[in-house]
């Protein structure tokens, strides 16, 4: 398949942002990204609007009315923090999961079917019974994030028995990397922990520990995300099929606030959050070719340098 022209959804928050800037500097694309900065905001993609491969219009997913001119779609825009989704349902069932349907409608509307990237999440998974986790491990979802999130993958699986899709889940871990704290998102207080807890550590403010500290995570650089986007857009079959994108390592968040170094506090656990997360990348690595490549340590270093 050859690709000229590709769109973005939700291209200005922390992953989208990043995966932009992966894919200018890494290919030759056109690029359109559209955002409603609901979460995103301009600075996080300003740095490229000189860029002739790059146009941005401010613009709900909902608003879309044609893919026709794409080869790929990565819908990645969406409402993605576990805490906020008990509290503005409705808002949070609009942006993950009826975004996704408007491109589904989209494209059987038009009977056209760009390849469509789908960032899902490991939340789906729960508590797993099994870690490290595989993808046939039973989804057991525990919010409703990560019940919206299943929607989706579960209507193109459905979908796809009638329609030719074209699609590829990624199932991402917990990913962190340049962008993933912003102060001005309304939910802030819900991102990336490694996040969080770098600026409090920058800040000389104390990091705040959920529950005693022992769950863990397997914290996946974003650019590492980012490049399983690209090869995902690049495989030359229709895999059609869900992907763990993570580091395949999992930390205690006690034990990342010990790298941060700092002072930290424990506060109550939070509901609806699991005990583990922790990727089993062996399909990503086999069926297309991915491997996540950069380091925590080496990330928090710099960060605490600079
Ligand atoms: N960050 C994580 O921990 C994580 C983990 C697993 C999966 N994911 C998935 O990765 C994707 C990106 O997450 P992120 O961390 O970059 O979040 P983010 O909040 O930084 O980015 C999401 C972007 O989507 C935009 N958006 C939301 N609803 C929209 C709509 N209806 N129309 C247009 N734009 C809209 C927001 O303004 C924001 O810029 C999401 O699909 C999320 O579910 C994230």
Redesign the pocket.
């Known amino acids: 398949m050859d690709i000229n022209h590709v769109l973005i ?10 995966l932009l800037d992966y894919l200018l500097d890494e290919t030759d694309w056109k690029i359109t990204g ?8 301009e600075d ?1 993609i300003s740095h490229r609007f000189d860029d002739p491969n790059f146009q941005f219009f401010q ?5 879309l009315s044609s893919l026709r001119q794409f080869e790929v779609v990565f ?7 576990i805490q906020p989704s008990y509290e503005w349902v409705e808002d949070h069932v ?3 999961l ?2 996704g349907i408007h491109l589904l409608q989209l494209m059987i509307r038009e009977e056209y079917f760009p390849r469509m990237i ?6 789906i998974y729960g508590n797993p019974d099994t870690v490290p986790t595989n993808e046939t491990e039973p989804i057991k979802t525990m919010n409703p ?1 990560a019940f919206q ?1 299943y929607e989706l993958e579960k209507y193109l699986e459905m979908l796809e028995e009638r329609y030719p899709l074209d699609y590829v889940n ?7 990397g340049p ?2 704290f ?1 102060p001005d ?1 309304q ?1 802030a207080a819900y ?2 922990v490694v996040g969080i807890f770098i600026d409090k550590a920058k800040n000389g403010k104390t990091m705040q520990i959920t529950g005693d500290g022992t769950q863990k995570r397997d914290f996946v650089h ?1 650019l590492d ?1 980012a490049d399983a986007c690209y090869k995902a857009a690049i495989h030359p079959e229709n895999l059609n099929t869900a992907f763990n994108i993570g580091a395949g390592k999992t930390l205690s968040i006690l034990d990342l606030a010990k790298i941060v170094g700092g002072e930290y506090e424990f506060i109550p656990a939070r509901h609806g959050e699991a005990e583990i997360t922790w990727a089993d990348v062996r399909k990503s690595r086999d069926l297309f070719g991915w491997e996540p490549k950069l380091s925590l340590d080496q990330f928090i270093r710099e960060e605490m340098r600079g």
């Open positions: 959804t939700g291209v200005a928050g922390f992953i989208g942002s990043n559209i955002d409603n900065f609901s979460t995103g905001n996080n613009r709900e997913v909902s608003q819908h990645l825009a969406a409402l993605p923090r609009t942006a993950n009826m975004s789908y960032t899902s999440s490991s939340s994030y999130k990624l199932r991402l871990f917990n990913p962190y962008r993933s912003n998102n939910f991102s990336s974003v995300v």
